[in-house]
């Protein structure tokens, strides 16, 4: 495993991508059944995000992954819409960096996990993140989802420093592969996050087994 996850409650946080599910010939739901089937870690969490769907549609999704998250002790969660977290009693909500955090605080029962979205090495400096049980940090690398993504990346240096400066713990996303799991953990990210090395993967389950293979990332060096 990457690291005690008990600080955190997972070190792996998969989020999801219709377009680079289809690009593989799957839709969401059959990505995750596969990786579902596949794993039992609760150190592993799923981020269901989708931008372009409806409320109604992420809920059927969320609907069909939660008797299989239950029975795996994989952790649910839901971008956004934090009345489903609670309508399906999930795991908790991830919000985006523009949505405050204190009301949405307000509405969950207290060991929900609210995550927030930040961009950059000027983000973290928001007097509510503390309210948030932690915070994605991107892009680390060039986003393998964005191909066209013109962002500076923060790059290891850029992830050390956000650490040292942010209030909670930091979740390393963009471009993470199996191969750079141990370089953002020794900079001090407490998990990372994975979209397109997942979602668009001939076999999404094994490369998640890699990106939890302490062995896979020894062998990176």
């Known amino acids: 495993m990457i690291n005690n996850c008990s600080a955190l409650s997972f070190e792996l946080l998969l989020i999801t991508d219709k377009a680079a ?14 990786i579902l089937n596949d794993i039992n870690s609760r150190c592993v969490a799923i981020l269901v995000r989708d931008k372009k769907a409806t409320i109604s549609e992420i809920a059927t999704l969320i609907s069909n992954l939660k008797p299989l998250t239950d029975s795996t002790g994989v952790l649910l969660l839901v971008h ?24 949405v605080r307000q509405q969950l029962p207290p060991e929900m996990l609210i995550g927030v979205s930040r961009h950059g090495t000027d983000a973290l400096d928001q007097d509510d993140i503390g309210l948030a049980n932690y915070a994605t940090i991107s892009p680390v690398y060039s986003p393998l989802s964005k191909p066209d993504d013109q962002r500076n990346t923060l790059g290891l240096q850029g992830l050390r420093d ?7 713990p930091l979740v390393a996303l963009g471009g993470i592969e199996p ?43």
């Open 80 to 103: 956004s819409y934090p009345q489903l977290a609670l309508e399906y009693n999930l795991a908790g909500v991830h919000l985006s960096s523009t949505t405050a955090i204190a009301p």
């Open 179 to 221: 191969g750079r799991v141990s370089d953002a953990i020794a900079q001090g990210a407490k998990a990372v996050a994975v979209i397109g090395a997942v979602m668009g993967a001939e076999n999404p389950a094994s490369v998640v087994q890699l990106l939890l293979d302490k062995d896979t990332h020894r062998a990176a060096k």
């Open 162 to 168: 956000s650490v040292k400066r942010s209030y909670r």
């Open 21 to 34: 599910c289809h690009r593989a010939g799957r839709t969401v739901e059959q990505t995750l059944t596969s």
